[in-house]
């Protein structure tokens, strides 16, 4: 196969001269073909059967051990201007960053194989989908790539009928993490990436096409691409709002996005659009949508089990690629907190021994179809996507961030999103459990200046009348002896309950300066263990505590200097000021 589309012709063979590979593969991206990759990648030792019994074609990945995250530090947005990459990006010229990552790719395919992989971000027909093609030396690349894109010859049409697609340059190099480089060229609408084989770094569709790349894009074309789960809440009266939440990496998205009502709450169902990354537009009618780009997981499998979440637990029961779990002594994958089985290899393949650490890396990843979900929702097909009744942003911290409140307008909602901060993750390699902002859960991903992505955000409210509220929510308070105060998971449909009932107007809540919180009784508790002083914890602010993150907010704000938006700073400082004069609650 190749292609009648001679740009694309003369790109790939632009890299295969430059890499040097020993033939060129073009994939077609049928389920034969995914076969006969988890075959090949099985015969060379990359790949390993699970137990065919309990986990049918379910496959098993270890990564280098140098290689099991995203590497921020390694990642740069080269625009001609360093001020439009911003401060919140790496940076480098797109003359010197070709050059660096150039002289890597010279010859770093010799021996190896090169595939082609076309592929649509986003329903196939939809008018706001973008296609790509990534060019990548790694059979575990192309297979997770057919189960987390539409990818093949449906999206080869479309980019042969279109013209233009993403150019995403992907090699594994020699896996030295002194000679990796995740780069973006965001004028030019290409990738390069080099030296890593894992998730983000690899899967050039996910963060860097679907949210850097894209995030650019919809700055200059007037629409959002987030890292927000999307996801429908029925009633038992049979109404569904849809609702995007941006959560920082490992936060809660996925278990989120497919959670499994309460008993409390029996009636109530939940649909599963997205669980990672959603692209905003507003329609003809002012009405926000939107769609998934993606059209798989990739998912942090740590923490998944019966009680936690069902739903993912029984989805990657079958047809899932694991990458860095642990393994039982009959061949089941194993991870902490999975609470059946024992592991007896780790994720290194070594015989487990606590003294080694953790028996599965606490980033080990589930690849899934989104249509094993058994909450999958079938409109994450429709072309126009789902109208948006609330955009919640949220983080994980121990202290200070109350389990949920509601901006006052949409310019606070705004300000909530671009103050947001959250302990990291191990999602990147780095310090895990440092608290640091993470705007609108964009921190790693926003391809261009945030001071112009804040003032984009805003720019909304001039173009409908008709936008979504906005709210804060987090899972991860903890008491003095570092026990979650909020039981999380199922229980935080109770949450998304209020949060509908505010949208719709029909609940009462606390006005405080940083916005409205649930009443005493707001949110429904019945049958939980969470006492009423955990509950007061969990739905009250403290004004000494708020004064000190306002002002943190405040100066991280001004570090963008004159292109932080004027609108942005009269927020803080309107909260700031209401925050010292000391008044904290008034009834609404
Ligand atoms: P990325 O794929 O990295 O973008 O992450 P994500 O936001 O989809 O995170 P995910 O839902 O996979 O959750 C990551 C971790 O948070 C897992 O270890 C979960 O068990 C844990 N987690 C998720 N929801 C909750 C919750 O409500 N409460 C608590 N305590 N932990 C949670
Ligand atoms: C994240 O880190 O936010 C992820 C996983 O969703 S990765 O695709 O590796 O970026
Ligand atoms: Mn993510």
């Not at 401060?87 to 990552?101: E, F, L, V």
């Not at 659009?273 to 003809?284: K, P, S, T």
Request: hydrophobic share 35%; aromatic share 10%.
């Amino acid at each position: 196969m190749s292609t009648s589309l001679s740009t694309l012709n003369a790109w790939v063979d632009e890299v295969a001269n430059r890499t040097q590979p020993e033939d060129v593969v073009w994939c077609d991206g049928s389920d034969n073909e995914y076969k006969r990759f988890i075959q090949k990648m099985q015969e060379a030792g990359t790949l390993s059967a699970l137990n065919s019994d309990t986990y049918p074609d379910c496959y098993l990945h270890l990564s280098d051990p140098s290689d099991v995250a995203r590497v921020e530090h390694l990642t740069y947005v080269c625009t001609e201007s360093e001020i439009e990459a911003g401060p919140n990006n790496n940076w480098m010229s797109p003359a010197d960053g070709h050059a660096k990552i150039d002289a890597l790719f010279d010859g770093a395919m010799r021996g190896r194989t090169m595939y082609v992989i076309p592929y649509c971000m986003g329903p196939i027909d939809s008018p706001y989908s973008r296609c790509g093609v990534e060019i990548t030396d790694s059979a575990y690349v192309v297979a997770n790539m057919k189960l987390m894109t539409r990818m093949g010859s449906a999206a080869l049409q479309r980019i042969e009928r279109e013209g233009t697609f993403v150019k995403g340059l992907h090699s594994t190099g020699d896996l030295d993490p002194d000679r990796r480089f995740i780069m973006h060229f965001p004028e030019e609408l290409s990738i390069k990436s080099i030296g890593s084989g894992y998730g983000g770094n690899a899967l050039l569709g996910k963060k860097c096409h679907a949210l850097r790349i894209a995030s650019y894009q919809a700055h200059t074309e007037g629409w959002l691409a987030e890292h927000m789960l999307i996801v429908g809440i029925e009633s038992p009266e049979g109404e569904t709002h849809y609702i995007a939440c941006a959560l920082p990496s490992a936060c809660g998205k996925t278990n989120l996005a497919m959670l499994i009502p309460p008993e409390s709450m029996s009636g109530w169902k939940i649909w599963t659009l997205g669980e990672d990354i959603a692209w905003l537009h507003l329609d003809d009618d002012g009405q926000l949508r939107a769609v998934n780009p993606e059209s798989g997981y990739f998912g942090v499998v740590p923490g998944t089990n019966e009680d936690t979440n069902k739903n993912a637990f029984n989805m990657i029961k079958h047809d899932t690629i694991f990458t860095n779990v642990a393994r039982t002594s009959d061949n089941e994958p194993w991870w902490e907190n999975k609470k059946v089985g024992e592991p007896a290899l780790d994720w290194q393949g070594r015989p487990y021994d606590p003294a080694n650490g953790k028996a599965a890396h606490p980033n080990s990843r589930f690849t899934v179809a989104a249509s094993n979900n058994p909450s999958y929702s079938e409109l994450a097909e429709a072309p126009a996507g789902v109208p948006i009744s609330a955009i919640v942003f949220g983080g994980r911290r121990k202290e200070v961030a109350p389990l949920v409140y509601q901006a006052k307008s949409w310019n606070h909602g705004v300000l909530v999103g671009a103050g947001v901060a959250s302990e990291t993750t191990s999602a990147n390699i780095g310090e895990v459990g440092v608290v640091r902002r993470d705007p609108m859960a964009m921190k790693p991903f926003c391809g261009y200046n945030f001071a112009d992505y804040w003032a984009h955000w805003l720019s909304f409210a001039d173009r409908t009348e008709t936008l979504p509220g906005i709210f804060h929510i987090n899972w991860f308070r903890q008491d003095q002896d570092g026990k979650f105060l909020w039981p999380g998971f199922g229980e935080n449909l109770r949450v998304l309950r209020w949060i509908i009932e505010r949208c719709e107007g029909r609940i009462d809540a606390v006005e405080t300066p940083i916005g409205f919180l649930p009443e005493a009784d707001g949110i429904n508790t019945d049958g939980l263990e969470a006492s009423d002083d955990d509950m007061r914890a969990l739905t009250t602010i403290d004004a000494a505590q708020w004064q000190v993150e306002m002002d943190a907010i405040g100066e991280y704000l001004e570090s963008y200097g004159d292109r932080l938006p004027a609108a942005l700073r009269a927020e803080q400082q309107r909260i700031a000021t209401d925050l010292k004069a000391g008044s904290l609650e008034k009834a609404s």
